[in-house]
């Protein structure tokens, strides 16, 4: 075996061996919230784009800052499927159809939709944190972005694929997404990639919480490499 594949074993072995054993034996039966998932996200995006819709979906699912709390707050749920008009919508099908459907075969449908829900959550508070802080502070808004309107699954996506490459120890894959992240806000700084970091700092946590668990109960931090065993955490 080349070195290469050694180490892309030792890397990710661990990760495909879940979920590829979890497609052979039910093959798209694995992913039934990821599936929904992307049919809603199809939806929205269809619905959005028709006279009669894109002011439902404003409504509904469109969060910006300038909008009440209470609003902003019953407005995210839906916001995570509702993709930005100003980029292609295969971009959001495409990290749902992967980023979810591997997460919810390795954490399950619920935490999948939880931790996707808490780091959306993350970046539309942090967007008003942001603008109260203001253009001067090193993690400020300029006021303008109050108006940005803030919808997509692009935070869950980087909280999702962090976390799961920390439980199944592809470490360097997680860092390597964190570090995209960081460029992203360096080059271009704006709303969403700075709501991408608040998203890492909710997977971070997590990683945090599961790791003190996993040392009291005394098991490891995660699968064993390249085993097929699934995380302790699965449901």
Not at 76 to 90: G, I
Not at 124 to 145: K, M, N, W
Not at 180 to 198: R, T, Y
Request: charged share 10%; glycine share 8%.
């Amino acid at each position: 075996m080349s070195t290469t594949a050694r180490l892309a074993r030792a890397e990710w072995g661990s990760l495909l061996s879940t979920v590829r054993g979890a497609l052979v034996v039910r093959r798209w039966r694995a992913v039934p919230m990821t599936l929904a998932a992307v049919g809603l996200t199809a939806v929205c995006q269809y619905v959005q784009n028709q006279p009669w819709g894109y002011q439902f979906v404003q409504n509904t699912g469109c969060v910006r800052a300038e909008d009440p709390l209470w609003l902003a707050l019953l407005r995210t749920p839906l916001s995570l499927f509702v993709p930005a008009l100003d980029l292609p919508v295969w971009g959001a099908l495409a990290q749902i159809l992967l980023v979810f459907g591997i997460a919810e075969i390795c954490l399950g449908r619920w935490r999948t939709l939880l931790l996707a829900y808490a780091a959306t959550l993350a970046g539309t508070l942090y967007a008003r944190v942001g603008i109260a802080l203001g253009p001067g502070h090193p993690l400020g808004l300029p006021a303008s972005d109050a108006q940005v309107v803030d919808t997509g699954p692009s935070a869950a996506v980087v909280a999702l694929a962090v976390y799961v490459c920390w439980l199944h120890r592809a470490y360097v894959t997680a860092a390597l997404v964190s570090a995209l992240m960081v460029v992203e806000v360096i080059v271009k700084d704006n709303l969403a990639g700075m709501e991408h970091l608040a998203a890492i700092l909710v997977a971070l946590a997590l990683c945090a919480v599961t790791a003190v668990r996993q040392r009291r109960g005394g098991t490891r931090s995660g699968p064993g490499r390249g085993s097929g065993t699934k995380p302790p955490i699965q449901s």
